[in-house]
């Protein structure tokens, strides 16, 4: 069964960079499913960051507006998130999850989540 | 830009049906995702393509779509399926990916 698992700085300082990984297990990253990450605001709905697929980004939410870069690590069986001029609007728990559907894609496998607090 | 709506929050008796919507312009065309969160845990998938069930899921979780309007029913709900349920979707175009607000439901 696939796992996943976020892990990263739960403290960013504004204007600074988010950097998170997404740590998988039962899957390899690089063998035919996209993967994804996604957020959640406190009190707000999810959030469709970006996807990826075998290397190359598949879909970048634009309200994010180019700020987020999304890698894999096929060595380390790991998807980085990297969100760049963070403010407190990027406050929010962060999901990884793996994506599969041909006619609409949908995340079937999801971390716990990590909560990011952007502040000073 | 498009939105899913969902009601805040739905309460029922255990054993009693319990009857999630969301709705959304695009779901006439587009398939509906429903997903089980309970706090501090990974969501779990409990329905795709409108009305596919994920293996291991309960069969009383079962899914449906009319119009614009998606429908999650737990028939018998029992107390551990107290959780936020949302439902995920696309535009027309399939650009945006949009989630809804979130319902949660109280069995007690």
């Known amino acids: 069964q696939v796992q996943l698992q976020e892990s990263g700085p739960g403290l960013v300082r504004p204007s600074e960079t988010l950097s998170l990984t997404c740590s998988v297990s039962?899957?390899?990253?690089?063998?035919?499913?996209?993967w994804g990450w996604f957020r959640q605001p406190p009190g707000k709905r999810l959030e469709w960051i970006a996807t990826?697929?075998?290397?190359?980004?598949?879909y970048e939410n634009p309200s994010l507006k180019s700020r987020a870069i999304i890698s894999v690590d096929t060595s380390k069986n790991q998807v980085s998130l990297h969100v760049s001029s963070v403010t407190a609007a990027d406050t929010a728990v962060y999901f990884c999850?793996?994506?599969?559907?041909?006619?609409?894609?949908?995340?079937?496998?999801w971390g716990q989540g990590i909560l990011v607090d952007v502040s000073s | 830009s498009y939105e899913l709506t969902q009601p805040p929050s739905v309460s029922v008796s255990p054993g009693q049906t319990a009857r999630l919507t969301c709705s959304g312009d695009?779901?006439?065309?587009?398939?509906a995702f429903w997903y089980q969160q309970k706090s501090g845990q990974a969501p779990i998938l409990v329905i795709y393509?409108?009305?596919k069930r994920p293996s291991g899921i309960p069969e009383r979780f079962s899914g449906s779509s009319s119009g614009t309007v998606a429908t999650l029913t737990i028939s018998g709900a029992q107390v551990e399926d107290e959780a936020d349920y949302f439902c995920?979707?696309?535009?027309?175009?399939?650009?945006?990916?949009?989630f809804g607000g979130g319902t949660k439901l109280t069995v007690l």
């Open positions: 995920y979707s696309t535009d027309n175009s399939g650009n945006e990916r949009v």
């Open positions: 039962g899957y390899s990253v690089s063998s035919g499913y996209y």
């Open positions: 999850a793996r994506v599969i559907g041909t006619v609409t894609p949908y995340p079937d496998y």
């Open positions: 990826i697929y075998q290397g190359l980004t598949n």
């Open positions: 393509d409108d009305s």
């Open positions: 695009a779901l006439p065309k587009k398939y």
